[in-house]
C-alpha cells in the first residue's frame, strides 16, 4: 500500500463535494468553529491486497445467504459470483477494508489525527486499482514562550508560630471554661437567650427555647441572628424580622432576650495540662509534635498542588487557538471517565449533577473550559519536550511496555501486538515525552507561597518520623542484618 501525505492550506478545501450532498458533515456553529491544521492522505492499495478484501467479503456473504445445496458459510465464491456476481463482494469488500487501509496509513505515516477524516473514493469502485483520498484535522504544533521564568503558587509547607498555636489552641477550648462578662458580645462569644421565632404569630418549632447556648457568628440559625446578637449586652431585648430560609416570600419575626454574654477562657498552657490532657507530656512537645503533624499534611497538600499548578500555569502562556476538535476529545475523555466513576457509585451524571445542584448548562460550560485548559497543556508539553530536545529512550518505552503489561495482566510482547495493531506505539511515546516534559518544568519552576513568598524546594520533602528513627537506630540486631546486606 502506497499513501502521499500532503499538508493543505487553510483555504484549500481539500475534497470538494456536490452541495446537496447528504454525506457531507455540516457545523450547527458555522463560522464561529476552531479547525486544526489539516493534511491529505493519498492511498494506492495493492491489488493483491484488496483481493484479500474481497474473499472476505465473499466469506462475509456466504455467511448471510442460503443458496440450496450449500450449508451456511459453505458457499464457494465462484457459486456466488454466478448467482450475484461480484459488484455486491466489491462494494462490501471496500467498504469493511477502507477504515482499516486509512488506519494503516496514518499510523505507518505518524498523522496525528483529532478529528474523524472525510472520505472520496477516487479509484476502483467499480473495478481496477483502488485508491482514495482522506482529509483530517492533525494536532496543531505551537511555540511557547516564557516558561523559563514561570512562578507557581502552592500553600506553603511550613506552618507559622500563629497557625501551630490554633492548632494547640484547638485541643485548649476542649478544656476552656464559660465566664460571664459584663461587655457587649463579640464574635466567638457564647450567649444565653431565650428566643421565639414565629411566623404569623404562631411559634416555629425549633425556633423557642430558653435560656438556649448560642455561639454568635456560627451561622446556626439565620444571619439577622448573629447580626443582631453583635453588640448586644445582658437584659438586652431584640425585636427583628428576617426572611425564611427555605420559603420564599415568608418572614419569620424574632424576640431574643439575652440573658448572658460568656466568654471561653482557655485553661494555661502548662506542661501539668499538656501532661493530663493529651499523650505528650511537656508543652515542647506538644508543639513539636503539633509542627511535625502540620508539616506532613500540607507537605502533601503542597506536593500535590505542585504538579497541577505548573500545569495550569503553562496553559496560559498559550496564545494560539485550540482546535475545537481537541477540545471535543477531551470534554468526551473527561466525561467518560467521570461516568465510569459514577457507574462504579451506582449512579448516573444526570442524578449526580441533582445532587450537587448543577444545572447541566453550567456544567458543561465548565467542562469545556476545563478542557480547554487540558488541550492546552497538552499541546505546551509536547512543545516544551520538543523545545529543550528532549527525547523518548527505548527504555523507557520498554519500562512503560512492561507497566502497562502489569497493570492489564498481559505479557509485554502482547501489549506491543495491541499497540502495534492498533493506534501505534507513537502515542505512548508522546505520553512520556509530555510527562518528562512536565517533570522538568515542576524541576525548573520558581514556587512562592499565596503571599508571593519563595518556598525552598527542601521544604517539600516529607519530614521524617524522628522517634522512629530512634527506635531503628537503638536496634543493634537491625544495625548488623543491615550490614550482612550491604556486604553482600
Known amino acids: 500500500m502506497k499513501t502521499t501525505v500532503t499538508e493543505l492550506a487553510p483555504d484549500d478545501p481539500g475534497i470538494t463535494r456536490d452541495e446537496n450532498d447528504s454525506d457531507e458533515p455540516t457545523d450547527v456553529e458555522g463560522a464561529d468553529r476552531t479547525y486544526g491544521p489539516r493534511v491529505k492522505l493519498s492511498v494506492q492499495v495493492d491489488p493483491d491486497r484488496f483481493e484479500e478484501a474481497i474473499d472476505a467479503a465473499f466469506r462475509k456473504i456466504a455467511r448471510e445467504v442460503r443458496i440450496q445445496g450449500f450449508r451456511p458459510g459453505k458457499v464457494p465464491r465462484k457459486v456466488l459470483e454466478s448467482r450475484i456476481g461480484s459488484g455486491y463482494a466489491r462494494a462490501q469488500a471496500l467498504e469493511d477494508a477502507l477504515p482499516e487501509y486509512y488506519s494503516e496509513a496514518v499510523r505507518d505515516n505518524g498523522v496525528d489525527v483529532i ?61 476552656a471554661e464559660l465566664v460571664d462578662v459584663e461587655r457587649e458580645a463579640a464574635e466567638g462569644d457564647q450567649v444565653s437567650i431565650d428566643i421565639d421565632g414565629s411566623v404569623d404569630g404562631e411559634s416555629l418549632p425549633g425556633l423557642a427555647a430558653e435560656d438556649y447556648l448560642y455561639e454568635v457568628g456560627s451561622g446556626g440559625i439565620v444571619a439577622e441572628v448573629d447580626e443582631q446578637l453583635t453588640g448586644a449586652s445582658a437584659g438586652d431585648e431584640l425585636s427583628f424580622s428576617a426572611p425564611h430560609p427555605v420559603q420564599e416570600d415568608v418572614e419569620i419575626d424574632f424576640e431574643i432576650t439575652v440573658n448572658a454574654v460568656k466568654e471561653q477562657v482557655l485553661p494555661e498552657l502548662t506542661d501539668e495540662w499538656v501532661e493530663e490532657n493529651t499523650e505528650h507530656d511537656t508543652v515542647e512537645e506538644l508543639r513539636d509534635a503539633t509542627v511535625q503533624r502540620m508539616r506532613m499534611m500540607r507537605s502533601f497538600q503542597a506536593n500535590s498542588a505542585l504538579r497541577e499548578n505548573t500545569a495550569s500555569k503553562l496553559s496560559e502562556l498559550v496564545e494560539d487557538e485550540i482546535p475545537d476538535s481537541l477540545v471535543n476529545g477531551q470534554m468526551s475523555d473527561q466525561l467518560q471517565s467521570l461516568a465510569m466513576n459514577l457507574q462504579g457509585q451506582g449512579m448516573q451524571i444526570e442524578q449526580w449533577l441533582q445532587m450537587t445542584g448543577q444545572d447541566p448548562e453550567s456544567f458543561t460550560s465548565e467542562l469545556r473550559d476545563a478542557s480547554v485548559r487540558s488541550a492546552k497543556v497538552d499541546l505546551a508539553l509536547r512543545a516544551l519536550g520538543v523545545a529543550e530536545g528532549m527525547e523518548v529512550t527505548d527504555d523507557e518505552m520498554d519500562d512503560e511496555l512492561e507497566r502497562l503489561a502489569t497493570q492489564y495482566e498481559r505479557t509485554v510482547s502482547q501489549v506491543r501486538d495491541d499497540l502495534e495493531h492498533g493506534d ?65
Not at 511557547?144 to 508560630?161: F, K, T
Open 115 to 175: 478529528a474523524s477524516p472525510q472520505f472520496e473514493l477516487t479509484g476502483g469502485e467499480e473495478d481496477g486499482p483502488v485508491t482514495f483520498e482522506a482529509v483530517v484535522e492533525i494536532r496543531p504544533t505551537i511555540s511557547v514562550s516564557g516558561y523559563e521564568d514561570l512562578e507557581v503558587e502552592i500553600p506553603n509547607p511550613i506552618p507559622s508560630d500563629d497557625e501551630v498555636q490554633e492548632q494547640i489552641d484547638v485541643q485548649r477550648r476542649q478544656s
Open 424 to 488: 501505534g506505539l507513537a502515542p505512548i511515546r508522546s505520553e512520556l515525552l509530555k510527562r518528562k516534559a512536565l517533570e522538568w518544568l515542576v524541576d525548573s519552576v520558581t514556587l512562592v507561597d499565596e503571599d508571593g513568598t519563595v518556598i525552598d524546594r527542601s521544604d517539600l520533602e516529607l519530614p521524617v518520623d524522628e522517634s522512629t528513627d530512634d527506635e531503628e537506630g537503638d536496634d543493634p540486631a537491625a544495625s548488623e542484618d543491615s550490614s550482612e546486606e550491604t556486604d553482600e
